[in-house]
């Protein structure tokens, strides 16, 4: 007993002088200036990502949400009476120190390993709120959850839905409705045929349509929680899930109604006219049931925590090298080699193409990402003109959505849907205009690999998960003009290159 007496009386000791120190306010403000600016070091290969968000206009409906939850942040605060207190010491709370934990070493393994910046983002955005839980109250960092999640909330997480989550949800979708109809001994309109259609009328791409419906509903859930003061505990949890539930069970009844007007009676037009009040109206539905369920869920009262906060003198300096030490664990996923297969990718014999190589940073990002060929031509075809790119790798990470590019170099989107050269030959046809919307242009674009063919970025990025990755192409095509995209010489374009891909394939397997 005396022994253990003696080996702790050091520690003691060095408390004691610490805490002696920490007297002085400068020296307080000093430390939490230095924590909080490690945490921002740390997180530093983000901000880039993050000023993306902020300043292009393609994420402009993020941009106006984000200025709403701040505008409705500082009132909050305002009418509460919080001051910040800039000598405050950090407390030990065990909920978001794990939160602080868990966010850095996710960040590091996400860095090294998977190098996905939305999922880097959201790991800062909770593991700030967790390093926040240090100065404030138990009960006001709960009742402030649902804000912070809001603010996450916010990044583009509704296009990576579209892309991770859409394509199983519409597959099994499409399924379930093809098994529906059968039972009512319709069985000539198949899953393939229900995608297709689908996809083409669902081209006016509205939050509250489809599958973003979950982003947006999620986000109309968090602030109604926040704004009516709610509690986050199992009951919310089951009223998400229902809401869930509820936003799946109408998306599928608009499937369903889109598949009986349009390949059933063959009223495609109708099917496109009404596919945008149909995805209002069950998102509206499920938003009234979810706030008149919400309403059900208690107010937060008492303590939400077993262990009572207490100030640790050594916790704001034992936090500043965990950071430090962190950032300098970080280490960024590695470049992937391009493969040493010298397969080319060669034009058409019968198109006339002038060769447009790819800038410096162009080629290096396209080879960070794993892209084995790359291709970009300006081409002439007939009396038809235009711009084309060909990027073949066996990573989807080569690969992009066009529409985005088209955007960043300038064109307005005004149109993206599918388009059937051949019921094996799905193609998405992009309607586009310069700035000033003076001139249109037109645009279609493919992936394609020995046995797919799909205009779906989703189930591009979905077949790299098979245990085999395959070579896929993409092919993107950009005309000069506004161009008949089913006019027979433009389809003889189409079959030419799907033909010289088929070859490209066949020599790279």
Not at 320 to 333: E, K, P, Q
Request: charged share 15%; hydrophobic share 50%.
């Amino acid at each position: 007993m005396a022994d253990q007496s003696f080996q702790t009386a050091p520690l003691l000791v060095t408390q004691s002088r610490w805490q002696a120190v920490l007297q002085h306010r400068l020296v307080r403000i000093l430390l939490n200036a230095a924590l909080i600016g490690t945490w921002i070091a740390l997180f530093r290969p983000i901000y880039p990502y993050l000023r993306i968000i902020a300043t292009r206009h393609d994420f402009r409906t993020n941009q106006i949400v984000l200025v709403g939850i701040i505008i409705l942040l500082i009132i909050r605060i305002l009418d509460s009476g919080t001051r910040p207190k800039l000598d405050a010491m950090p407390q030990w709370v065990p909920l978001p120190l794990l939160l602080v934990a868990f966010s850095t070493i996710g960040f590091l393994l996400n860095a090294r390993f998977w190098d996905v910046n939305t999922l880097a983002a959201t790991l800062f955005g909770i593991g700030s709120y967790g390093l926040l839980g240090l100065w404030l109250t138990p009960q006001r960092w709960k009742a402030g959850l649902p804000a912070a999640l809001l603010m996450i909330a916010v990044l583009p997480f509704g296009d990576h839905m579209q892309t991770f989550v859409g394509y199983p949800v519409r597959l099994y979708t499409a399924q379930f409705v093809a098994e529906i109809l059968a039972t009512v001994n319709i069985t000539s309109v198949g899953v393939d045929t229900i995608l297709v259609f689908e996809n083409g009328v669902s081209h006016i791409d509205l939050p509250c349509s489809g599958v973003k419906s979950l982003w947006t509903g999620g986000m109309f859930l968090l602030a109604v929680t926040w704004l009516e003061q709610r509690q986050i505990g199992w009951r919310w949890g089951l009223i998400a899930l229902l809401f869930t539930v509820v936003l799946l069970a109408g998306n599928l009844f608009r499937v369903l109604i889109l598949t009986v007007t349009g390949p059933i009676f063959g009223l495609d037009t109708f099917a496109e006219v009404i596919h945008v009040p149909l995805g209002v109206l069950t998102f509206v539905i499920a938003c009234l049931l979810a706030l008149l369920l919400l309403r059900w869920a208690p107010l937060p009262t008492g303590s939400v925590f077993r262990i009572t906060p207490q100030r640790q003198p050594l916790l704001a300096p034992v936090l500043i090298a965990t950071f430090t030490l962190a950032s300098l664990l970080y280490v960024a996923r590695p470049i992937q080699a391009a493969s040493k297969h010298t397969v080319a990718l060669t034009p058409p014999a019968s198109l006339d193409i002038t060769p447009q190589p790819l800038t410096a940073d162009e080629y290096d990002m396209l080879s960070r990402d794993g892209a084995d060929a790359v291709e970009r031509w300006a081409f002439e075809w007939e009396d038809i003109s235009g711009t084309m790119i060909l990027i073949a790798s066996d990573s989807w990470r080569a690969h992009h959505r066009p529409e985005r590019c088209f955007e960043v170099y300038g064109l307005q989107l005004e149109d993206s849907q599918t388009h059937l050269v051949a019921t094996d030959f799905p193609l998405r046809k992009v309607a586009l205009a310069d700035p000033n919307g003076s001139q249109s242009f037109s645009a279609v674009y493919w992936f394609q690999s020995s046995d797919q063919l799909t205009d779906d970025y989703a189930t591009r990025i979905w077949a790299d998960l098979a245990p085999e990755q395959q070579e896929w192409v993409l092919t993107s095509i950009l005309f000069d003009a506004n161009v008949d995209i089913s006019a027979a010489e433009t389809e003889a374009l189409y079959a030419a290159l799907r033909e010289t891909i088929a070859v490209y394939l066949e020599r790279w397997g």
